[in-house]
């Protein structure tokens, strides 16, 4: 049975050694070479490094893209054959711990039809804390390409959601309340939100252990916003995002859509509508 949403250490380390590809996507937006740093010094053996800049996203462009725009879709085909990924193959992907970097895979590999993936629950820090071991090995690469499938995840684009503003359209945004409200903009050169927009920061989805918290207290969190095929997550570049996506999908609610430019994508446009609430 494929795993399609989060996996446990226990689950992961019971599967068969050539039945599964995974992915380390430990990333920091402060130091960008940190994570591949972390990988080569230890990692789960058999994972490739899954580079959030370089893998994960497309190529930006200045007063056009978000920070993390969409990858191009013949190269990632392409990045996802030399990993070993096919269709019938079980994915797990992973970061340190909270999911972020994780979830933002586990999309883009949902968006590109590929169904059996799922992120490792607690992350790496949960492997080791379970007495599982690291490799420094080097994995495998494949000269295959990844074929063109229908995607399984839904998103949007930001002329689309200026026309469904006012369509009964629930937008989340998925970043700390302090960002969403305007007081404070670390990473992006205008502060505020999507006119409109509800908050649910996206840490809220993990329990104190750094784990999903429970489907069903999930779902209830989730449909406070309506019905999961109206709601459209998004955040500052369209990563975060991904882990509320994610979420409902541990809950069952499998028809939410994200916009993946989100508000760094957003704020390119000054026509766009900003809002801040004190």
Known sequence: MAHTTIISPA??????DDSWVLLDCRFSLTDTEEGRQSYQ??????????????DLSGRIVAGQTGRHPMPDPTGFRRRLGMWGIAPDVQVVTYDQGPGAFAARAWW?????GHEAVAVLDGGLAAWTAAGLPLST???????DVYPTLEPLSGSVDADWVAEHLASGVTLVDARASERFRGLVEPLDPVAGHIPGAANRPWQDNLGADGK?????????DFEVFGPADAQVHYCGSGVTAAHNVLAMHVAGLKAARLYPGSWSEWITDPDRAVETTT
């Open 11 to 16: 689950e992961l380390s019971s599967l068969e």
């Open 212 to 220: 999903f918290k429970a489907a069903p207290e999930l779902r209830s």
């Open 41 to 54: 010094e230890g990692h789960i053996a058999g994972a490739h490094y899954a580079h959030l800049d370089h």
């Open 108 to 112: 883009l590999l949902q968006h590109f």
């Open 137 to 143: 090995d080097e994995p495998r690469r494949y000269p």
